[in-house]
């Protein structure tokens, strides 16, 4: 006699929909926070520039005010959410998957903003012309061709 097994255990058997959800839920979470944020440097007047003056803008019109913290807030517990929805096929202790997964979610997501700013802002000096580029050569690039006058 074979049984049907419980329904719970028949969608665990096929994480796809768990991913899937998860991974839409997450894009929603951090789109909101993105979103927000350049609807407001945009409208500041500031869209397409990235300087030291833009982070410092963005930071306190998106962090220190109420509703900027509560849309970054928001986007940050809906990621975490996405988080647990694609692990929960993967885990069975309810403490690792409502503790440990949300935890490491955020921390990922911080580490992946942080490492978006350094870029961000070596790409902008980089434009500005701060960073030189000839990497301690003492050479100033030129047009890589290398004629010298022979001496006869």
Do not use: C
Request: glycine letters at 12%; a positive charge; zero cysteines.
């Amino acid at each position: 006699m074979v049984t049907k097994a419980p329904a719970s255990v028949r969608t665990l058997r096929s994480p796809e929909r768990w991913v899937v959800s998860g991974l839409t839920l997450q894009t929603v979470g951090v789109a909101g926070s993105a979103a927000y944020a350049w609807l407001k440097l945009r409208h500041e007047g500031i869209g397409g520039h990235l300087t030291a003056a833009t982070i410092r803008l963005a930071w306190h019109a998106d962090v220190h005010t109420p509703v900027g913290l509560a849309v970054l807030t928001a986007g940050t517990v809906i990621y975490a959410a996405g988080s647990i929805l694609m692990a929960r096929p993967y885990l069975s202790r309810p403490a690792m998957l409502f503790v440990a997964v949300p935890i490491a979610a955020v921390v990922g997501l911080l580490a992946l903003g942080a490492l978006a700013l350094v870029v961000a802002v070596a790409l902008a000096a980089l434009a500005n012309g701060d960073i030189p580029l000839d990497f301690g050569t003492g050479r100033d690039g030129g047009d890589g061709s290398s004629r010298r006058r022979r001496r006869t």
